[in-house]
């Protein structure tokens, strides 16, 4: 007998904008979803509430496009909500989406760490292994299909220079990448040199950056 949507499992692991826009639209189409979150609670890289992970957002950052351009269809922003709201902001946006899906859905607090495919019972399934970071206990599970929503900008990329290890090394404080920028203090009246910078530390972090400092050489 084949297997029906309500019986299939799908796994969708990160529970940022997209993680949870999966979430609610298998659920809608008769999928058994899990959705997997690190952090405590959802948001991905809006989430700025949990210390164990960096987030990246500098301070003074402001969303780089109109909330319209980021808005569900099916959850609207408050109509007296900034053009280009703060993280604190989407972040609550985000929760309150996801404060409309079932709680049973969610694993909070949860990493996982393993995911591959295997054959089980004669069907072709996919293994996933997480971590509860409170307990520290691990738990397979497994699933039809496996939706990766964990973003692009976690993992630090650093360019191959020579010295620049050795230096990191030595001086961890004055070596940064640019997901550990928050503001100019620590950079005042000292010349900075900066790298492979991308569109947005570019447009607001590394101006604010460049007024505090004496020296800056754009690469």
Same mark, same amino acid.
């Given at each position: 007998?084949?297997?029906?949507?309500?019986?299939?499992?799908?796994?969708?692991? &990160?529970?940022?904008?997209?993680?949870?826009?999966?979430?609610?639209?298998?659920?809608?189409? &008769?999928?058994?979803?899990?959705?997997?979150?690190?952090?405590? !609670?959802?948001?991905?890289?809006?989430?700025?509430? !949990?210390?164990?992970?960096?987030?990246?957002?500098?301070?003074?950052?402001?969303?780089?496009?109109?909330?319209t351009?980021?808005?569900?269809?099916?959850?609207?922003?408050?109509?007296?909500?900034s053009?280009?709201?703060?993280?604190?902001?989407?972040?609550?946006?985000? #929760? &309150?989406?996801?404060?409309?899906?079932p709680?049973?859905?969610?694993?909070?607090?949860?990493?996982?760490? !393993?995911?591959?495919?295997? #054959?089980?019972?004669? $069907?072709?399934?996919?293994?996933?292994?997480?971590? #509860?970071?409170?307990?520290?206990?691990?738990?397979?599970?497994?699933?039809?299909?496996?939706?990766?929503?964990?973003?692009?900008?976690?993992?630090?990329?650093?360019?191959?220079?020579?010295?620049l290890?050795?230096w990191?090394?030595?001086?961890?404080?004055?070596?940064?990448?640019?997901? #550990?920028?928050?503001?100019?203090i &620590?950079?005042?009246?000292?010349?900075?040199?900066?790298?492979?910078?991308?569109?947005?530390?570019?447009?607001?972090?590394? $101006?604010?950056?460049?007024?505090?400092?004496?020296?800056?050489?754009?690469?």
């Amino acid at each position: 007998m084949p297997l029906t949507r309500r019986d299939r499992r799908v796994a969708v692991i &990160g529970a940022g904008a997209s993680g949870l826009a999966a979430t609610r639209y298998l659920l809608s189409e &008769g999928f058994q979803v899990t959705t997997y979150e690190r952090k405590f !609670d959802a948001g991905g890289v809006w989430n700025t509430t !949990d210390k164990r992970y960096l987030a990246g957002l500098y301070d003074g950052l402001l969303a780089n496009v109109p909330r319209t351009l980021m808005e569900f269809s099916d959850f609207l922003w408050a109509p007296q909500t900034s053009l280009f709201p703060s993280p604190e902001v989407v972040h609550q946006y985000l #929760q &309150g989406y996801a404060s409309r899906l079932p709680t049973e859905c969610f694993r909070s607090d949860t990493v996982v760490i !393993d995911v591959h495919r295997c #054959q089980r019972n004669k $069907s072709h399934l996919w293994k996933v292994t997480s971590r #509860q970071n409170a307990s520290n206990e691990e738990e397979s599970e497994y699933f039809d299909a496996v939706v990766v929503a964990t973003g692009n900008y976690d993992k630090e990329s650093w360019p191959e220079i020579a010295g620049l290890k050795e230096w990191k090394a030595a001086s961890s404080d004055r070596v940064i990448h640019s997901k #550990q920028y928050r503001n100019t203090i &620590g950079f005042k009246n000292k010349a900075s040199r900066l790298f492979h910078m991308h569109v947005l530390p570019l447009t607001l972090s590394l $101006s604010d950056c460049a007024r505090g400092r004496k020296q800056c050489l754009w690469l």
